[in-house]
């Protein structure tokens, strides 16, 4: 069980990766802060002021600005994140968001599915708007 | 088995309310276009050109900047939409949107349920987007 979000960026791929490597970038579309920039081998705690929510990502893979995998959730539930970077042209990148290893026999599975899938959504979405447009305030509005 | 998605937008609800009831507000953050308003009682086809598909709404309910209830789908799949808006003060409202009667024993629930989250966060999103900061091009970039 996987959910899969696509998204296309009218940016170049090293611009899309550079907005999730750097954490001072992702401030402005998804997280508050990170302590780390995003490298292999890396544990980076990630914050959510707003929700005042925080959580460890492992980073597992870096090819830059091609591929961002990281794992993350809470112990014996962690799910693993694949981002792929796919320059469609010079000025326009595919954006892949993979989240695999739900536990299947979870009772709640189809909610944290759902959930999952929306929060990705809402993550590109955000992402688009700040790098096309300089949109810095879509995020932190989702309502739990 | 329903999904609802809640946000907030900082526009007053007649506004977003507006937004939603006009066919071409409607076309800078989600369908193309509509043939209509959102008004009781009506049936209405929405066109989205960019994924060259369309489909019938019919309204089944409307309380001015309040609430916009509307079924859609296909022949004896049809999901009933409720819209609510809440006025949390003069500058921001809390928009809500419940989706309900999905087929509980159709095979395909899960994807069902999980792309429909996804299509409102990301209705939701470009809503924003479009009242709060003017942005129409963040519709139409979510690959399928």
Known sequence: MEITT???IDKPANVVFEAIADP?????YWFSSGTDRIEQGKTITWRYDEYNAEGKIKVLEVEENKKIVFSWGEEG???VVTITLEEADSAS????VTESGFQEDHPELVHILVDQKGGWVYM???LKAYLENGVHTL?????H
Chains 1, 2 share one sequence.
């Open 124 to 126: 590109l979405s955000c």
């Open 6 to 8: 696509k998204f296309r």
């Open 93 to 96: 990148t595919i954006i892949k």
């Open 77 to 79: 539930q962690e799910t």
């Open 24 to 28: 001072e970038k992702m401030g402005n």
């Open 139 to 143: 995020r932190a509005s989702l309502i």
